[in-house]
């Protein structure tokens, strides 16, 4: 313990040196560019702000709603989150920023799980801890057992990143990083499938096609043939301690902009071009804004968009030597569907829908199952005497799918309905699309976020990026080479405290 002054000591070091951050002539950037304002873009702000100082002027650039994939939709006056909706206990960014903001913690309203195959519900949980055990037991061995194991081995590893990012430690990709968390295991799961990791552990083909691929289903729309890593992002999803913030998580997006006293531009980037001047790089972006078309020159650009040209961001690079290419790569199509209305539940085996026990239907791989996850949902704002809708009441559900519903699908899935909602996301990365994890730095001090989703897509990991992104603008302005990509970080960490 007697090493904490020291810790101390360099934390207030880094605090005061952020301060007052110069380049190699002695000059601080004056403006800094963050391109988009979902949790990526927003969070990049708020630690820009923190590491470069009051003085810089943090301009954010957002075509559309701040929050982007972090979205809510309205039914009867009541909001509904229609994109990213949970956040697991141990993700430690998205904690802090509640807490910094004021926010709270929505109450959590259980409900039970099933799995359907198309023909009968094969899985179910109870009210009872111990037969849900026990039925995971018989159905399939020890498999769960490994599975878990798996996922906390993973996860504790994956923690080291809050270390080594309060320490200020940067990394100039996305495999820089994950090399530092867990070497070049955590490297190969991104590059090999899930079910193959899975089956080597010794998990049963049972338990992979009837526990697993609902689970990738419903979180990523894709199969179990997606990389280990993203498997394992999305499996840490589905633990018991997760929660969501009360008025909607894109409320964290708003906030963190604010708190960063950013600039908010509602305005589509159209182009990045570099601009050489006196030994001096800086980049002009051009932009739309209510139909005027306009430039600014800033110091250092961050952009926190899809790259990929399925996704139509609309940003090109011109004059660049070497010229900067597109990620390659496609974004999965999710709709998300939420209908307010009476659930057939005859579908799942139960004509009676008094009967009816779940809160959440995944479904396996199987022809002709048209939807993904079928979901009672709540709303943003739970009051105290708020109760989850029986399914002979009308409910309001959320439903994923690859494809918008049809009216004959419609009609299958909710005895009858008054309102239906659709909104179409490129949601994720279509897992397997790119060869390779997509580059942070694009030039110098011109990065790109959304390489980390190619690893594993979550709220979290764009958080983490963005932290790594801030620490790594930081020190690539003020020539700090000995903080960026550091070999044997575990070794480095314990010598500083």
């Known amino acids: 313990m ?40 927003s969070a990049t702000a708020h630690f820009l702000r923190q590491h470069f100082g009051p003085e810089v002027q943090v301009d954010v650039y957002e075509k559309g709603e701040v929050g982007g994939r972090l979205a809510t939709v309205m039914v009867n006056q009541h909001d509904y989150e229609s994109g990213g909706s949970v956040i697991h206990s141990l993700n430690l960014h998205m904690q802090d920023f509640v807490k910094q903001l004021g926010l709270k913690y929505r109450r959590n309203v259980a409900g039970k799980t099933a799995v359907f195959n198309s023909e009968e519900v094969i899985l179910e949980e109870t009210d009872w801890y111990l037969l849900d055990l026990f039925r995971l037991w018989w159905r399939y061995g020890i498999s769960f057992i490994r599975l878990q194991m798996w996922v906390e081995e993973i996860m504790e590893k994956f923690m080291r990143v809050y270390k080594y990012q309060a320490h ?62 993203v498997g ?46 006196g030994g001096t790089l800086q980049y002009r972006l051009s932009f739309t804004e209510a139909t005027e078309t306009k430039s600014e020159l800033y110091d250092i650009v961050v952009l926190a ?15 660049f030597t070497p010229p900067i290419v597109q990620p390659a790569g496609d974004y999965h199509s999710t709709a998300v569907t ?9 579908l799942f085996g139960f004509p009676d829908p008094r009967l009816f026990p779940y809160a959440c239907v995944l479904t396996t791989e199987t022809p002709g199952l048209f939807f993904n996850s079928v979901a009672s949902i709540c709303p943003v704002n739970i009051s105290a005497g708020f109760r989850r809708k029986q399914a002979q009441e009308a409910g309001v559900y959320k439903v994923f799918s690859s494809q918008p519903l049809t009216k004959a699908q419609l009609k ?25 994890l997509p580059p942070v730095e694009l ?51 314990k010598t500083e405290l």
């Open 2 to 41: 007697g090493g904490r002054p020291r810790s101390l000591l360099a934390a207030l070091m880094t605090l005061c040196s952020a301060a007052a951050s110069t380049h190699a002539d002695g000059a601080p950037p004056s403006k800094i560019a963050v391109v988009g304002a979902g949790i990526g873009g």
């Open 168 to 229: 200020g430690y940067a990394f100039s990709s996305v495999e820089e990083l994950l090399g530092s968390l867990g070497g070049s295991g955590f490297i190969n799961m991104t590059r090999r499938p899930l079910s193959d990791s899975l089956l080597e552990l010794g998990v049963s083909q049972r338990f992979i096609d009837e526990v697993i691929a609902p689970i990738m289903r419903h979180n990523y729309g894709q199969n179990v043939s997606i990389p280990a890593f």
């Open 232 to 277: 394992a992002v999305s499996l840490v999803s589905v633990q018991n301690n997760l929660w969501a913030v009360e008025g909607g998580n894109k409320l964290v997006c708003s906030g963190l902009l604010k708190m960063a006293n950013a600039n908010l531009l509602p305005a589509q980037v159209t182009s990045v071009d570099p601009l050489h001047s």
């Open 305 to 319: 968009t899809p790259l990929q040209a399925g996704v139509q961001s609309g940003i090109s690079f011109r004059d």
């Open 338 to 346: 939420v209908i307010h209305g009476y659930l057939n539940t005859s």
């Open 412 to 436: 299958m899935l909710f005895r009858s309905y008054y309102s239906v909602q659709v909104t179409e996301w490129q949601a994720y990365p279509r897992y397997g699309s790119s060869p390779a």
């Open 443 to 493: 030039q110098p001090n011109l990065y790109h976020l959304n390489g980390i989703e190619w690893a594993g897509s979550a709220m979290e990991m764009s958080s983490v990026a963005a932290k790594n992104i801030a620490l790594l603008a930081y020190h690539r302005w003020n020539r700090q080479t000995d903080m960026v990509d550091q070999k044997d970080l575990m070794h480095s960490v």
